[in-house]
């Protein structure tokens, strides 16, 4: 069965200091995989989408990068953090284009 | 733009009570329509997913349904249980890999 993994699960940054949050799948082979984004009072909102090692596609102008080095794992980084990118952050997979998305854990990113 | 708006935002109910969460989207051009479970701190698991093409699906004590011509979708919970309780959100897949979520319903049931 698949199995998608998130770490760190809880993170606590300074202001301007960089982000690395990895998210990996196992038991499936070219996933799409997709970063979201739970703010406060804003919802869910999809950041980056990968149908493919190293194709990354943008849905938001920010602050923050994708990048997708192995075929099953998907890296959200951040070179200096804004207090503005708190938040909680999911990473989701599906089999194919338009089917079904399946979400991980999470990560609790507190920048201070 | 797209919109998925989720009425009620909070629901309390009293335990074995059959309740209806409803959501309803601006643009009826999807492909398909999620409705997920999350629980306090947690990420989000999906209970069912319909298709553009179908009316409605069915999971256990479940039931969602889907009129994308008027942009409404509900989902329907039997008998419930106090582990029900969650915040319920529904999303509708636009652009072939982007979900628009709704905001939630949070629901409580009480033993």
């Known amino acids: 069965s698949q199995t998608i993994h998130q770490w760190p699960a809880t993170l606590v940054q300074p202001v301007g200091s960089p982000l690395s949050l990895e998210c990996t799948v196992e038991g499936t082979s070219n996933p799409n995989l997709y970063w979201y984004r739970q703010a406060a009072g804003r919802g869910l909102q999809l950041l980056f989408y990968s149908v493919g090692i190293g194709q990354i596609s943008s849905e938001v102008p920010q602050n923050l990068s994708a990048s997708r080095p192995q075929d099953r794992q998907f890296i959200l980084s951040s070179k200096k953090l804004l207090l503005s990118d708190s938040g909680f952050y999911l990473c989701?997979?599906?089999?194919?284009?338009?089917?079904?998305?399946?979400f991980g854990p999470g990560t609790r990113l507190t920048v201070l | 733009k797209q919109e998925v708006t989720q009425i009620p935002a909070a629901l309390s109910v009293p335990e074995g009570e059959n309740l209806v969460l409803n959501c309803s989207f601006t643009?009826?051009?999807?492909?398909?329509l999620q409705w997920f479970r999350q629980d306090p701190g947690k990420g989000l698991t999906s209970l069912l997913l319909i298709q553009s093409s179908q009316r409605e699906q069915t999971s256990g004590r479940l039931n969602a349904s889907l009129d994308k011509s008027s942009g409404r979708s509900t989902l329907y919970i039997a008998a419930s249980q106090p582990g029900d309780s969650a915040t319920y959100l529904c999303?509708?897949?636009?652009?072939?890999?982007?979900?628009?979520f709704g905001q939630g319903t949070r629901l409580t049931i009480n033993p």
């Open positions: 989701a997979w599906s089999v194919l284009t338009y089917n079904e998305q399946f």
């Open positions: 999303a509708v897949l636009e652009g072939a890999q982007k979900l628009v």
């Open positions: 643009d009826s051009a999807i492909y398909n």
